[in-house]
C-alpha cells in the first residue's frame, strides 16, 4: 500500500479499464491477448461501426465477417474463436442482454473457475473480466506486474500466477475493488512510461525503492 501511494501520486487516478459498457470490457480482455492496445482499439472501433458490440450481434455475424473485424488486434482467427465462445457461456448463463448481471449468480471464485472453462479464458483474462466488467475483488497479474515486483526485488521470477497474485492479495484491503482496479492500472501506467523492458530508471517514481536501479 506505501508503493500503491506514491504511485497514486506520481500518476493521480486512472481511467482503466476503458470501455463503454461491462461487455466491452470482457470483449477487450480477449482482444488484448498477444497484443497493444491500440491495437485492440482499432478492432472495437469495427464492432462499434458494424453496430456488433453486443452478445447477440456477435454470435449472429458469420465467423469470417467476425474475424474480419478483429483482424486489427491480431491472431484474429484464434480470437473470432475465443470471443465466440466467451458470448456463448454468457447466453447459456442467461446474462446475453446485461453481461454483468454474471456477478450475481455467484461467488467470485466460482465465478472465475467457470470463465476459465470457457475457451481461450486464460487467468489474467477471467481476472480482467471479474475486476473491471464486473466490480468484484480480484487482483490482476499481468507482465507489467511480474517485471516491476521483480526489479523491485518483492517476486521471484519462478513464481506462479497464483502465487504471484496471493503475494499482493495479502498486501491488500480485503473485497476492496478500488483499490485492486487502481494498483492495476497504476502499474500499466508504470510499466508503459517508465518500468519498460528497458527501464526508464532515472526518473522513475520508485527509484528510490527499487533494488533494480540500485543495483
Known amino acids: ?37 491500440r491495437n485492440v482499439e482499432k478492432a472495437m472501433d469495427n464492432l462499434r461501426a458494424a453496430e456488433a458490440l453486443s452478445v447477440a450481434a456477435i454470435l449472429a455475424l458469420p465467423e469470417g465477417e467476425l474475424a474480419a473485424l478483429l483482424r486489427p488486434s491480431g491472431f ?29 449468480q455467484g461467488e467470485w471464485p466460482d ?14 483474462t477471467a481476472d480482467s473480466i471479474l475486476l473491471y466488467a464486473l ?3 480480484v487482483m490482476v497479474v499481468d507482465a507489467y506486474t511480474r517485471r516491476i515486483g521483480g526489479r523491485l526485488g518483492l ?4 513464481l506462479s500466477y497464483a502465487e504471484v497474485q496471493a503475494c499482493i ?10 483499490v485492486r482496479n487502481m494498483l492495476h492500472a ?8 517508465y518500468c519498460r523492458p528497458r527501464p526508464r530508471c532515472d526518473h522513475c517514481p520508485l527509484n528510490a525503492r527499487c533494488a533494480y536501479s540500485a543495483g
Request: net charge negative; hydrophobic share 50%; proline share 7%.
Open 155 to 158: 517476486l521471484d521470477d519462478h
Open 1 to 37: 500500500m506505501t508503493l500503491f501511494r506514491v504511485l497514486e501520486e506520481a500518476f493521480g487516478a486512472q481511467d482503466w479499464w476503458p470501455a463503454q459498457s461491462p461487455f466491452e470490457v470482457m470483449v477487450g480482455a480477449v482482444l488484448t491477448q498477444n497484443t497493444a492496445w
Open 76 to 104: 484474429y482467427r484464434i480470437k473470432t474463436a475465443r470471443l465466440r465462445a466467451l458470448c456463448l457461456f454468457l447466453e447459456r448463463r442467461g446474462v446475453a442482454v446485461a453481461p454483468e448481471k454474471l456477478a450475481a
Open 135 to 137: 466490480n468484484l475483488p
Open 186 to 193: 497504476l502499474l500499466v501506467a508504470l510499466g508503459k512510461g
Open 111 to 124: 465465478l472465475r473457475r467457470d470463465l476459465l472453462a470457457v475457451h481461450g479464458i486464460g487467468e489474467e
Open 169 to 178: 492479495e495479502t498486501e491488500l484491503p480485503p473485497a476492496d475493488v478500488p
